[in-house]
């Protein structure tokens, strides 16, 4: 049954673009909210809004009893979780469920087996798809690591089995190494994600992070190709090009029916993306993790395609199959987004939260802004610090990258320090406009070009 | 004695433990040093340790575990 009215669990610049396509679709948006959100885009451009809790995310936008109690009082349907906050969060997706309203996502079980990154690799193998050199299972002691060192050789991750996003990754150069790191990698895995459970992984050295955008309606499962995004400080992700700068037909043709194959295994219903690491040396890639909802970067994909991913998310959400078969999704162009985060490149990325005194936005062909600024806005210190993406697209990436060049000259946010200062030298740089990058590539850089970011 | 006050340096969300499994850096009654890390702020997910400027007896703390705070808000009172 089609969706009649969705709430919004969600905030900023990704609440906007929820409502949007809903608008778009007739469907009615409530915007749920904390009460540091009160004075937010979302909030005035919603049909209606609805309180859930203190500013603090744990409170409101992490809390499942308050959001599933606001999306029946206000007579939602459906709950569209945005990224970050539940949208990951298998017990959210049950108890959306329970309570008879639609989770716009997948199944309760199907985050569950995602997030859980050792049954993840697991699924992707048994799919078929290559995963790097590691553990099988989650292992907890060291002499097992030992034993899975003997087969991936050095230098090794230690990954927590219920981590993600890069979060507690450390990296052993020796068996000695591996010996003193352990016993902190379990300790902080238990402390952050209440399970001590690790496995390892062959570190790739200079690897390129290569990501396919999927569309499921829990029976079939289309690509819509890949996303690049290489360009990385501390594993977050600040810029995402589609398609792949040099990537081999050949290649590109396996990495996205690989990453078709993994959601088919998984009966995959909604958005997802599947990541890999890409050795542009041999060609090789391996699975690194399925994410389980829309993401970030995803106007890239959505900008090479002329499809609007989260409509189609409702969509499928409503009942529908999926809105296109694969014959229908032709790239054309190319795509950047630049991410404009409130931080302070001059002081190591401090965030700073306060008032956007100026906003001049940034026009013309081939430029989309995502964003929930206003004048006058206050970014308040609770949340994230994304506070807008600025995707520029162009018949190839020569273009893509003049338009974005261009756009970064036109944009001015005055009040308080943001990220647009670094992709204004970022988009001049000889190595990322040629391109020659990999995900450890931006720090270095970063280190040597300090003067220039202060 | 005189009373004196510990302020929030940032804007966020404040707790009085390095991690939820980890007890408190400071109990009321605790003595304070300057310099001493009373609780944590969290800006936009990244965590400052509150450090005290003054010194003290540990009264009693004026906002909660998490609670939302501004910058400058008191956030514990000392005596002595």
């Not at chain 1, 050789?153 to 068996?175: E, F, N, Q, S, T």
């Not at chain 2, 003595?31 to 009264?59: H, I, Q, R």
Request: with cysteine; charged share 30%; net charge negative.
């Amino acid at each position: 049954m089609a969706i009649r009215t969705l709430l919004v669990a969600n905030r900023g610049e990704i609440a906007l673009r929820i409502q949007r396509a809903a608008r778009e679709l007739g469907i009615r948006v409530v915007q749920a909210h904390s009460a540091a959100d009160r004075d937010s885009l979302p909030v005035r451009l919603a049909d209606a809004a609805v309180e859930i809790g203190p500013p603090p995310a744990k409170k409101s936008y992490l809390s499942i009893p308050a959001i599933v109690e606001a999306a029946l009082r206000v007579g939602a349907d459906a709950v569209h979780p945005g990224y970050g906050f539940l949208a990951e969060n298998g017990e959210f997706a049950d108890a959306c469920e329970v309570a008879g309203l639609v989770f716009v996502g997948p199944t309760g079980d199907t985050i569950r087996a995602m997030g859980d990154k050792v049954e993840a690799r697991r699924l992707a193998a048994e799919a078929g798809v290559p995963t790097v050199p590691g553990s099988a299972r989650r292992i907890h002691e060291l002499e097992e690591a030992r034993e899975v060192l003997a087969r991936t050789g050095l230098p090794v991750m230690i990954k927590a089995a219920a981590g993600g996003g890069g979060r507690g990754i450390r990296i052993a150069r020796d068996a000695e190494e591996l010996a003193r790191l352990w016993p902190q990698a379990r300790a902080e895995a238990l402390a952050a994600f209440g399970d001590g459970g690790l496995y390892l992984e062959k570190r790739i050295e200079r690897a390129r992070h290569l990501e396919v955008q999927v569309l499921g309606d829990g029976r079939q499962v289309v690509h819509l190709f890949e996303r690049d995004c290489s360009l990385q400080r501390r594993r977050q992700k600040l810029w995402e090009e589609a398609p792949a700068v040099r990537l081999d037909p050949v290649v590109r043709e396996r990495l996205c029916a690989a990453a078709v194959r993994l959601a088919e295994r998984v009966h995959y219903r909604g958005a997802g993306t599947v990541e890999f690491l890409f050795d542009e040396d041999s060609g090789e890639f391996y699975f690194l993790e399925m994410n389980t909802r829309i993401q970030v970067e995803h106007p890239v994909s959505e900008e090479i395609t002329g499809i609007d991913l989260v409509k189609a998310m409702l969509e499928i959400a409503g009942g529908a199959p999926l809105p296109f078969r694969q014959e229908g999704v032709v790239p054309r162009g190319h795509a950047i987004e630049v991410r404009i985060n409130a931080e302070d490149p001059g002081r190591d990325f401090a965030p700073h939260p306060g008032r956007i005194a100026s906003l001049e936005l940034p026009g013309g062909p081939g430029v989309r802004i995502d964003t929930a600024l206003y004048p006058g806005y206050e970014v308040p210190p609770f949340y994230d610090s994304l506070l807008m993406k600025l995707i520029a697209r162009g018949r190839d990436r020569a273009e893509a990258l003049a338009r974005l060049e261009r756009a970064l000259g036109e944009l001015a946010i005055g009040g308080i320090p943001t990220t647009a200062g670094l992709h204004r030298l970022l988009v001049r740089t000889p190595e990322v406009r040629s391109w020659d990058v990999h995900t450890a590539w931006l720090e270095p850089w970063l280190e040597s070009n300090r003067e220039k970011l202060a | 004695m005189a009373k004196k006050e510990i302020l929030s340096p940032l804007p966020g969300t404040f707790y009085r433990r390095p991690a939820p499994d980890q007890p408190p850096y400071k109990s009321e009654g605790d003595p304070v040093a300057v310099g001493d890390v009373v609780g944590l702020v969290e800006v936009m997910k990244s965590f400052n340790e509150v450090k005290s400027e003054v010194e003290g007896k540990l009264v009693r703390f004026l906002v909660e575990n998490e609670d939302a705070v501004m910058a400058g808000q008191p956030l514990a009172e000392l005596e002595g």
